[in-house]
């Protein structure tokens, strides 16, 4: 069993700056690519950001230059920093987690979502 819970959303002005966390636990042997996502509302979700077990990184072009992704692996934890925010990045953020399990003496492979983080940009 494997949770992944983001932390961090909330209300900010544009221009302004929100750091969002993620955390996974349970039984992880192993965790690969690990990713933000978006959701507002009406439209579909979409990428924001990744970041491989190496840190190597890729950014929707939306979001280049504003945000940064980046990890511990230690502590099985994702972070995105959003710097000059825009109305337009208001949405519903994802976590997701390519994830090693460990279970009954055996691995498989799996990816988790985290229940979503409201994060609110007013003009």
């Known amino acids: 069993q494997v949770q992944v819970v983001e932390s961090g959303g909330g209300l900010v002005q544009a221009g302004g700056s929100l750091r969002l966390s993620c955390v996974a636990s349970g039984n992880i042997f192993k965790i690969n690519d690990m990713g933000w996502y978006r959701q507002a509302p009406g439209k579909q979700r979409e990428l924001v950001a990744t970041i491989t077990s190496d840190s190597i990184t890729n950014y929707a072009d939306s979001v280049k230059g504003r945000f940064t992704i980046a990890r511990d692996g230690a502590k099985n934890t994702m972070y995105l920093q959003m710097n000059s925010l825009k109305p337009e990045d208001t949405a519903v953020y994802y976590c997701?987690?390519?994830?090693?399990?460990?279970?009954?003496?055996?691995?498989?492979?799996?990816?988790?979502w985290g229940p979503g983080t409201q994060v609110t940009v007013s003009s």
């Open positions: 997701n987690a390519h994830v090693h399990v460990v279970r009954a003496g055996t691995t498989y492979q799996a990816d988790y």
